[in-house]
């Protein structure tokens, strides 16, 4: 319901109301974490701003990026997925192993095709046999797990070079895969933004039963959310893979892309019940964590230490969000 | 309508008009090397370096006998006097993780070689948390930040090989733990390896369990390069014995998951007449099952911890634990400042790696050490030990 | 009651698998070790189902297990006589933790998820900042004695699951578990009603934090010390009260249920296990088995709007 008022806005196309979401918040904390961050290197001796460590955020944040875009679509429709990390392990691999038997356009067809089938069942089980989606995708993902557990017991395949170029090339400071990431994100953006789609997007999570009565096929909906975000963590697996210069059965797991991307939304102010939210965010949110990752780096902070303050920083940034919503509520 | 189409337009030009500017690549030269394939079974075998390896364990290290961290089997030297500069240093380090107690243990020892050296001003250390995709990054960045040599722990073995291959131009690199698939590294540091581990242990067995008998094979995780090495190894010289071996069991490294494992086994079999193992975490767990089924403890295989060291002498075990020693942490450091130095250093600087039998058991039995702190660490002389260690 | 015959069936079925295949199953010592094996999960599961009845989650319990074991190891070190206060020590760790994530999941309205990701982030973080890395220390004989020993020819965790889960019915029969219940199946209209929504959230985080504990005493006392020892359990134990039929979102399923689901889970695996389907094709098969298990419950339920994509534990809490 509350995505409604928000939704006829953006019809009215008022570009100047989006930036008062919770997004420029993020943005906000972003900047200022860029600044702590700054003055805590540079007190320790070291260079914060080098183009080593631009270059390390960006490479080090666009798989979650892309990941994460995707995770978006899925909450935004009120869903949620996790069985992302297993099909960027398994995408990662046909992406290697395809492409050494055939050529590089067959081989990212293969992943997309393969990604947008894990994404429709995801979805139909969702929807048609009424599962949850915590257990549907959970139970999807243990799936892809044994096959790729079954298949593989190591890195397998090979890339081309030309792929390869993907994971390393950049333009200036400007990695090719960061590109890749913000490609996805304006695609997704004008996706929610300025399409049909988007916009039943947010209705069908805002409350799913007012757009079935309006008229929204609902069940459409949440399939083609899914289909598109399995197809973000495909691409995510198809980056990898260029990194690694092949395909890799813990690659998703390792990098806990399942978990970490739906952190990633909600710190970017996404309602994790669906409806509220966008990919502005989103992207804000993985840049906060990569910069925080690239500063925990520089000052060589242990891993543990990492783990609380990442903990701590989740929950009370969606205890502000929850605040700044009930505020805003209360004052309307 | 149209002004749609025009953002789409310019959606999909500006990555082109971008590509149009300054393009740079830190694509490293040389091939990727993911050559394994699914499901063959024995592609961690490599026949000449199993016989290399079990050869190894007889020959006589060259070095400080007391210094096993200094001593190499079978050295082909190379010359590093390109690399000579003048200190002070900046090493760096490019860890995989230090997320099991193996690693805790290493990293704390070699955190302790680099204070030992005072020309070493600076050690620069990045944890991959276990993430390849991080680990590659790391490497990147490290190379940008003035290094004078970097030492690098692979988290796999194919998958960080490109990475290594890039920075192997602008520092002189530094290998150990899992090695990468390129010769460009002055230098790969690992004990003799996984099968003189995996036939250790099973040789062991051969010698102590009666024909016939059967064995249990715990193994931690399939795909691991280094733990593959060590199961095809055993596999191999139980091929030619007469034991029979029941089964070959994951355990995921989880102490409950191994007891239940070995407790189905008992119950199934009514007996089994010997442990292998590819790792000792879980070993302990593994005795207690059978302390629990109310059975005799048969020979078993474990690994240089503490609580497994404990378990054996307290309980008069007849078992063997093979070593993949801690203190080849220690090495790295060394030879980085070797290399900087302009002295020689092996290319595949292969350490001793001994096993702790009976006859040695009270040498490296520590009482006030933690449960899962490994023996062979190296660091018992070392300033802040035990502390530092956990240890008291 | 109805509710939860599905789930017997299923879990008699495969005892029966497993009997068929393995007589000694039959004999009271092999069914003790099986019940043994499982407590620890059935305990963890009674109180995710008290988290999730309310209509929310609770991901913290798997850190909070090592949590547990790790810090019991460290502060026993070996002493016998730190055995009882180490106990008591760890209650209170899993009630407080319990505790801040029913307070920052209430007072602070932020979703359930997001609470318990952070804290499992922050305990398993904080647990091996506190150790440096690795657990240290040991556990005492008599710590040991709760998962690993029995008392005659029963276990001490057969013995500990009868009487967790004998409270747990006790408590769903209570008021606590009614208002429970409403406050799962419609918050506002619960709270609307004069149901104190918030404490009874509260509470039931805090058993879950309790049952945490337990279930870390157990497993410690079973397996000792491992730095991965509740690795994945806050998957399992949600899986198995989803198996028992107790609705995601909330207010419906009863408690025994649930704990059957985590004995069919740990049957599963004995089964599969069993028939040599280990390794890896195994999660398959469970994978396979949990959404059908789950879409049987779902499509045999009356349709309710919303129910199965939005349900409410996602939702913002509503300030009346």
């Known amino acids: 319901m509350k995505a409604r008022p928000q939704a006829v806005q953006l019809r009215g196309g008022r570009v100047i109301a989006h930036l008062r979401d919770p997004a420029q918040a993020i943005y906000l904390a972003l900047f200022a974490v860029l600044i702590i961050g700054w003055v805590l290197v540079t007190i320790d001796g070291g260079q914060f701003v080098t183009t080593e460590n631009i270059v390390g955020i960006q490479q080090r944040s666009a798989a979650l990026g892309i990941v994460a875009v995707g995770q978006t679509l899925a909450i935004l429709a009120g869903s949620l997925d996790l069985s992302v990390a297993y099909l960027i392990s398994l995408t990662s691999l046909v992406a290697a192993e395809a492409m050494t038997g055939g050529g590089m356009v067959p081989a990212i067809a293969v992943v997309l095709a393969v990604s947008a089938l894990v994404g429709m069942v995801n979805g139909l089980v969702i929807t048609k046999l009424k599962v949850h989606a915590f257990i549907a995708t959970l139970g999807v993902a243990l799936i892809i797990k044994g096959v790729v557990e079954h298949r593989y017991d190591g890195p397998a395949g090979d890339v081309t070079d030309s792929f390869q ?61 899914h289909v598109l975000c399995s197809i973000c963590a495909g691409i995510a ?27 990633a939304v909600v710190l970017g102010g996404t309602a994790l019940a669906g409806g509220r939210g966008g990919v502005a965010g989103t992207v804000g949110g993985v840049l906060l964590l990569a910069v925080l990752d690239s500063i925990f780096n520089q000052l060589e902070v242990n891993s543990f230490f990492k783990d609380v303050v990442r903990g701590v920083v989740i929950v009370v940034a969606v205890a502000v969000y929850a605040r700044r919503a009930r505020e805003r509520r209360t004052t309307a | 309508m149209k002004r749609r189409r025009s953002a789409a337009a310019i959606v999909a030009l500006t990555p082109a008009i971008l590509f149009l500017g300054a393009c740079t690549s830190d694509q490293p030269t040389g091939k ?15 026949q000449a370096e199993y016989e290399a390896q079990l050869a190894m364990r007889t020959k006589t290290p060259q070095g400080p006998a007391d210094k096993p961290w200094e001593q190499m089997i079978d050295p082909k030297m190379v010359d590093t006097a390109k690399y000579k500069k003048n200190g002070p240093y900046h090493l760096c380090f490019s860890n995989a993780a230090v997320n099991n107690p193996w690693r805790q243990v290493g990293f704390k020892t070699m955190q302790a070689e680099v204070a ?60 150990f733990d899992r090695g990468v698939q390129t010769e460009c590294p002055v230098t790969f540091i690992k004990p003799i390896g996984g099968y003189a581990f995996g036939a250790d242990g099973a040789e062991f067995l051969i010698e102590k369990v009666p024909a016939g008998g059967k064995i249990l094979a715990l193994r931690i995780l399939p795909g691991v390069d280094v733990l593959e090495t060590r199961w095809s190894a055993a596999q191999a010289a139980f091929a030619k014995s007469k034991l029979n071996v029941v089964g070959a069991e994951f355990t995921d490294g989880d102490a409950a998951k191994t007891k239940s494992i070995v407790s189905d086994y008992i119950q199934r079999h009514g007996k089994i007449d010997g442990i292998w193992m590819d790792a000792g975490a879980t070993a302990v767990a593994a005795i207690e099952a059978f302390e629990d089924a109310g059975v005799p403890v048969p020979p078993f295989v474990g690994e240089d911890q503490q609580d497994f060291l404990k378990k054996w002498k307290d309980e008069k075990l007849t078992a063997v634990a093979p070593t993949y020693p801690t203190y080849q942490w220690r090495t790295p450091v060394i030879a980085a400042l070797r290399i900087l130095n302009g002295e020689q250093v092996p290319q ?20 006030n050490m933690p449960p899962l702190h ?19 | 009651m109805k509710r939860a015959l599905p789930i017997f069936t299923v879990l008699l079925v495969l005892l029966i698998a497993i009997a068929a295949s393995n007589p000694y199953f039959l004999e009271p010592p092999g069914f003790l ?64 933790v319990g505790l801040a994530n029913g307070v920052i999941t209430t007072a602070l309205a932020v979703p359930s998820f997001i609470t318990t990701l952070g804290m499992m982030l922050i305990l398993s973080g904080a647990v091996f900042l506190w150790t440096g890395g690795a657990p240290r220390g040991a556990l005492s004989e008599g710590f040991r004695a709760f998962g690993r020993e029995e008392l005659g020819p029963i276990p001490w965790s057969v013995l500990i699951l009868l009487v967790v889960g004998a409270v747990a019915i006790l408590l769903m029969r209570a008021d606590f578990g009614r208002t429970l219940i409403a406050a799962g199946d419609n918050r506002r209209a619960a709270s609307l009603s004069g149901v104190r929504v918030h404490r009874a959230t509260i509470f039931a985080f805090a058993i879950s934090g309790l049952s945490a504990a337990i279930a870390g005493i157990l497993l410690g006392g079973f397996a000792g010390v491992s730095a991965q020892i509740g690795q994945g359990l806050e998957f399992q134990a949600i899986t198995a009260v989803v198996l028992g039929g107790v609705v995601l979102g909330g207010g419906r399923g009863s408690v025994v249920a649930a704990m059957a689901g985590a004995l069919t889970l740990e049957a599963l695996f004995t089964l599969l296990n069993l028939h040599g389907i280990s390794g890896a094709l195994e999660f398959t098969v469970q994978g396979v088995i949990i959404i059908a298990a789950v879409a049987v419950g779902a499509v045999r339920l009356p349709f309710r709007p919303g129910a199965s994509i939005s349900p409410p534990m996602l939702k913002t809490k509503e300030t009346p």
Request: glycine share 10%; charged share 20%.
């Open chain 1, 165 to 225: 170029r993907l994971g390393y090339d950049r333009i200036g400071p400007v990695p090719v895969s960061a590109l890749l990431w913000a490609g996805v994100a304006v695609a997704v953006w004008f996706l929610l933004r300025r399409t049909r789609l988007g916009y039943r997007i947010y209705a069908v999570g805002g409350d799913e039963e007012v757009a079935r009565l309006s008229g929204v096929r609902t069940d459409r909906v949440v399939i083609s959310a």
């Open chain 1, 237 to 263: 697996g198809l980056l990898l893979a260029a990194r690694l210069g092949a395909g890799s059965p813990t690659v998703g797991t390792d990098g806990g892309y399942d978990l970490e991307s739906i952190a």
């Open chain 2, 32 to 46: 990727a090397g993911g050559t394994a394939s699914p499901s063959a079974q024995s592609k961690f075998f490599d």
């Open chain 2, 116 to 175: 030992l050296h005072k020309e070493i001003t600076k050690f620069t250390v990045l944890d991959a948390e276990g993430k390849d995709d991080k680990q590659i990054s790391d490497i990147a960045e490290l190379t940008g930040k003035g290094c004078d040599a970097l030492i690098v722990s692979p988290n796999t073995t194919a998958t960080l090989t490109p990475a290594v291959n890039g920075a192997c131009p602008k520092v002189p690199v530094i290998v």
């Open chain 2, 348 to 367: 595949d600087w292969n350490l001793p790696q001994p096993k702790v039998t009976e006859a040695n058991l009270d040498t490296y039995l520590q009482p």
């Open chain 2, 374 to 392: 490994y023996a062979l660490c190296g660091c018992d002389k070392m300033p802040g030990f035990p502390q530092k260690w956990g240890g008291k």
């Open chain 3, 33 to 96: 070790a099986f019940l043994k094996r499982a407590a620890p999960l059935a305990i963890l599961a009674a109180g995710q189902y008290f988290v999730i009845v309310a209509g929310e989650f609770d991901l913290s319990v798997g850190s909070l297990v090592t949590v547990e074991v790790v810090v019991a190891a460290r502060l026993i070190d070996g002493d016998d006589s730190a055995t009882w206060p180490v106990l008591a020590l760890l209650i209170v760790i899993g009630l407080l």
